[in-house]
């Protein structure tokens, strides 16, 4: 496969996606690349639907292959939320910030094996004609109490990984891309892309 269009206009996701791809496909678009794509509604009930149906839109309206992915976090002691609600989950407005104090908030007095979560990501890979194919990947970890390392973006700060005694805002980019729910997705595309190459 010789091109690709990613479809987010989420920079620190462009950054990953870009890192985890260089090895698979020459050439990555963006929504910059495309600044006409309409943009849709995530309204899906899974993180499946919502990728399906942003990789869909994107390859259809650009007439590239296109992937999109809808990832979250999926904390146990609260019912698997916030969940397909992670990027708003202090509102529609919200900011890593505000999203990150409210989990802090919700979890106030948990102790540490109580905070288990895990981050989830499906990647939806779709071509213009309207094939699609879906690929997973998680990322299990704790939530701590306060933020830690300067890294990543989102709930990154809060999210330790027991293996590494780290938070993923603390990883290097490389070792975190290996690792995380996104990553792991993105290898079994790769894996897919290599198999079925159309070039």
Known sequence: ?????????????????????????????????????????????????????????????????????????????????????????????????????????ELDGLPGESRRAAFHCVIAFCQPDGECRTFTGTLSGIILDAPRGDGGFGYDPLFLVPEYGRTLAELPLELKNRISHRGRALKELGNYLHAHDRS
């Open 1 to 105: 496969m010789k091109e690709l269009l990613v479809a987010t206009g989420n920079r620190g996701k462009l950054r990953e996606f870009e890192a985890l791809l260089h090895d698979i496909v020459p050439r990555v678009y963006s929504f910059a690349d495309f600044p006409g794509v309409p943009v849709v509604e995530e309204d899906g009930a899974s993180f499946a639907e919502n990728a399906e149906k942003k990789a869909r839109n994107a390859a259809r309206s650009t007439g590239k292959p296109a992937l999109a992915d809808d990832s979250g976090l999926v904390v146990d002691a609260l019912g698997g939320r916030p969940g397909v609600y992670s990027a708003r989950f202090a509102g529609d407005a919200a900011d890593d910030g505000a999203n990150n104090d409210k989990l802090l908030r």
